[in-house]
């Protein structure tokens, strides 16, 4: 099985609502049932702590908070919400949050993760509706270096880290035991096309 990049489909980039300046928007395709574990190999070598997810509250019980708490991972329920905001600071608090992320993936519920600088609580509460992109109302894009959207079939990434913010140089991030195919497209000339 193999994982691919590519700039994201337009589609991908309307379906959440950001500040379209200086961000690069790709996708990383990777069948999360396929690859147990690849979210916390890929976001531990990409990425550094502080890490801020936004997870759907659905799947989450007295078993999962009691387990969040043991690891003293920092977190944020609010009434009438169905999301929790977690701060993220060690290996071991990803590997459970990253569990949780690819789990819910794999029931139809997407969670997000948020890289940035004096990140608040507060600003990372979505507004999600089937009928208009996701937003982040409260969210000064200005704080954020990263922002990837979780689901089934891989993530999208929407950056503005230098280090990440192509296809070539998104690559270098990817754990090397999984198979790259790196989707880059030529323009070919129709036939019969002058040149």
């Given at each position: ?16 609502k950001y500040r ?14 396929d690859f147990e ?35 003293q991972i920092e ?121």
């Amino acid at each position: 099985m193999s994982v691919f990049i590519q700039y994201s489909h337009k589609s991908i980039i309307n379906s959440i609502k950001y500040r379209e300046k200086d961000f690069a928007v790709l996708s990383i395709g990777v069948m999360l049932r396929d690859f147990e574990g690849f979210t916390y190999n890929f976001i531990k070598g990409t990425f550094k702590f502080p890490l801020f997810f936004v997870l759907p509250t659905v799947f989450i019980d007295d078993e999962e908070t009691g387990k969040m708490e043991q690891l003293q991972i920092e977190y944020h329920i609010y009434k009438k919400s169905k999301w929790v905001i977690l701060k993220v600071d060690s290996n071991a608090q990803l590997k459970l949050i990253t569990e949780y992320c690819e789990w819910f993936a794999c029931n139809g519920f997407g969670s997000f993760m948020f890289q940035g600088e004096n990140i608040l609580y507060d600003d990372l509460y979505p507004d999600v509706h089937w009928d208009h992109p996701t937003e982040f109302p409260n969210l000064n894009w200005d704080k954020v270096a990263a922002l990837i959207e979780i689901f089934e079939v891989g993530y999208t990434v929407i950056t503005n880290d230098n280090k990440i913010n192509s296809t070539i140089k998104l690559l270098n991030h990817i754990p090397k035991e999984y198979e790259i195919d790196l989707e880059i497209k030529v323009l070919q000339p129709r036939a019969g096309a002058l040149t």
